[in-house]
């Protein structure tokens, strides 16, 4: 997994639990924690650029990326593509409840979404930013629904 830089208004008495599973050039970890602004900086790419993706799946609770201006929230039943080679701010549950989610890093050949565009948004899925899976279907990168 990439360095981040971690912010929470609740450090003196944050709480978090998450189990990470390696998986050889990828890892997933299911977790719960207090809201939380996870930080990948121009710093922290230099130091350590693995070249992935992150890919999280909310289970409650949203997950709000910022890139500059540009925002994309992904909320449950919902992907959240973020290329961990640019910087981003990616914020969990910003009221007082706990946010539950599994993430999964992987290089960016390994991963069985599409890479998030260069000149895109914070955070890519398929071709819209986030992919909302109703029940009972798929999602396609021509944006159909089978």
């Given at each position: 997994m990439p360095p981040l830089e971690l912010r929470s208004d609740h450090c003196a008495d944050?709480?978090?639990s998450q189990r990470?599973?390696?998986?050889?050039a990828a890892s997933v970890w299911p977790t719960i924690f207090q809201p939380l602004c996870f930080r990948r900086t121009p710093k922290l790419i230099r130091q350590s650029d693995p070249g992935g993706l992150h890919i999280s799946l909310p289970l409650s609770g949203a997950l709000r990326a910022v890139r500059g201006q540009e925002e994309a929230v992904c909320g449950p039943d919902s992907l959240c593509v973020v290329d961990t080679s640019r910087p981003v701010d990616r914020h969990g549950s910003d009221d007082a409840s706990l946010h539950t989610g599994v993430g999964l890093e992987a290089p960016n050949t390994a991963a069985a979404a599409p890479q998030p565009a260069r000149t895109g948004g914070p955070a890519a899925a398929v071709s819209a930013g986030r992919v909302r899976l109703p029940a009972g279907t798929t999602a396609h990168p021509t944006g159909e629904r089978h």
């Open positions: 944050f709480r978090a990470v599973l390696d998986r050889g």
